[in-house]
């Protein structure tokens, strides 16, 4: 075997046995070998083993000098670009409003879309950056990142540049979705802006390679499971990935159409039962579960740890 670099002196390998993704239980079975060495040909990693193991040839030697190597984290859900605060729904939320009720009132999301449409996409990829950087250091290689707090096509794709803009600096791997978040506050422009998002953003995002997933938030208060489809139909026609934000007050059908269209993810889970925590596990749909949200909002936990 030949490689292009070959990475020794690492004192512990904390590697996943096998090729592939995992899921469930397998997850935790990982192997730890002790002065190892990895191989890596074209970016990706070729051989693992004890250093002692390794018989190929290699152009270029990298000395890891006793540290340990374990995977990059992987953070599949976030919304590292906006802008605003959202310290009026902290005081409102103390005094004892809900998430809904602060969000029918003009805040929680809706306020952030506000100072996002305001800000310029220099602004947005200055606020961005910090939040990146953070996720980076605490060991996170790969970064998915949302827009959804554009409110407009045009604003969506303002948030989808910064995005790229972000990444073209960035040592992180930053994996972008449009997300289309919330509807209209005004009921009469739903269907509109609906259409809008399906005929012409989602081909402009396709056309310039701006995202590789579409995402929706499906709940009462939000989109509902037919929007949610007509916008999948059009996401697939355009070989975009589908993720969604789901059953995290209510279980209204989100996780079942996603997992009908084969969603990568389904995010939230807070409020999902038993008949969905078994489709999900019957599934090759990944569970997003979000501990820090339930932390945030005081709301139930998902229930991460069920079947
Ligand atoms: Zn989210």
Redesign the pocket.
């Known amino acids: 075997m030949k490689s292009e670099i070959l990475i020794t002196g690492i004192s512990q390998l904390v590697t996943a046995e096998g090729f592939g993704p995992k899921h469930g239980r397998t997850m935790r079975e990982l192997k730890i070998v002790e002065r190892a060495a990895i191989a890596i040909s074209a970016g990706v990693i070729v051989w693992t083993g004890k250093e002692s193991e390794w018989k190929g040839e290699t152009e270029a030697i990298v000395d890891a000098c006793g540290r340990a190597v374990v995977p990059g984290l992987i953070d599949p859900?976030?919304?590292a670009v906006w802008a605003g605060d959202r310290l009026a729904d902290f005081e409102a939320r103390a005094s004892g409003s809900t998430y809904e009720e602060i969000l029918a009132a003009g805040g929680g999301i809706r306020s952030t879309i506000r100072a996002t449409a305001a800000a310029s996409q220099a602004d947005l990829v200055a606020l961005g950056k910090p939040r990146i950087d953070s996720l980076i250091a605490s060991g996170a290689t790969t970064i998915e990142v949302?827009s959804?707090y554009g409110f407009t096509p045009e604003a969506e794709l303002a948030m989808l540049e910064a995005i790229q803009s972000l990444s073209a600096d960035s040592p992180a791997r930053l994996m972008p979705t449009l997300?289309i978040h919330i509807p209209p506050a005004i009921a009469t422009e739903r269907s509109s802006y609906m259409s809008r998002v399906c005929e012409e953003l989602i081909s402009e995002v396709a056309r310039r390679n701006l995202a590789t997933a579409v995402?929706i938030?499906v709940e009462k208060e939000a989109w509902q499971v037919a929007e949610a489809e007509e916008l999948f139909r059009r996401a697939k026609h355009y070989g975009l990935s589908i993720k969604l934000?789901s059953d995290q007050f209510h279980c209204i059908g989100g996780l079942e159409l996603g997992i009908d269209f084969g969603a990568l993810s389904v995010?939230?889970l807070e409020a999902s039962g038993p008949e969905q925590i078994a489709k999900m596990a019957s599934s090759s749909t990944i569970a997003t579960i979000?501990p820090g949200?339930s932390l945030h909002l005081g709301i139930p936990s998902a229930p991460g740890r069920k079947h």
């Open positions: 859900h976030t919304h949302k959804g997300l995402d938030f934000h995010d939230h979000l949200v």
